[in-house]
């Protein structure tokens, strides 16, 4: 059964960091392209940060230079290295992964809020 599980989300405030993780089950992440997105109450799903099998990362223009996409192949899990987060970085971020097939699975999110 595959399953993907991200944690590490939680509370801070303006200017904190954050590192969540999508740890997987049942696939191998370092065969699926990787996204991260998040999406906030009232808002659409924005992506944030990718990483493809091979290792290539790209991210959003609102998130360039603050967050950091990881894979660790030996623990089968991708990180998200969330510095000098914003208020407006609040939302439920998701961690997806698509096979060579096209085919999709997420994980059921982790809640990141960001307030004073």
């Known amino acids: 059964q595959v399953q993907l599980v991200e944690s590490g989300g939680g509370l801070v405030q303006p200017g904190e960091s954050l590192t969540l993780s999508c740890a997987a089950s049942?696939?191998?992440?370092?065969?699926?392209?990787i996204d991260w997105y998040r999406q906030a109450p009232g808002k659409e799903r924005e992506p944030v940060a990718a990483?493809?099998?091979?290792?290539?990362?790209n991210y959003s223009d609102s998130v360039k230079g603050r967050f950091t996409i990881s894979r660790v192949d030996n623990r089968n899990t991708v990180y998200l290295q969330m510095n000098s987060l914003k208020p407006e970085d609040t939302a439920v971020y998701y961690c997806?992964?698509?096979?060579?097939?096209?085919?999709?699975?997420r994980g059921q999110g982790t809640q990141v809020t960001v307030s004073s």
């Open positions: 997806n992964a698509r096979d060579s097939f096209g085919v999709s699975r």
């Open positions: 049942g696939i191998r992440l370092s065969i699926n392209d």
């Open positions: 990483i493809s099998r091979t290792g290539i990362t």
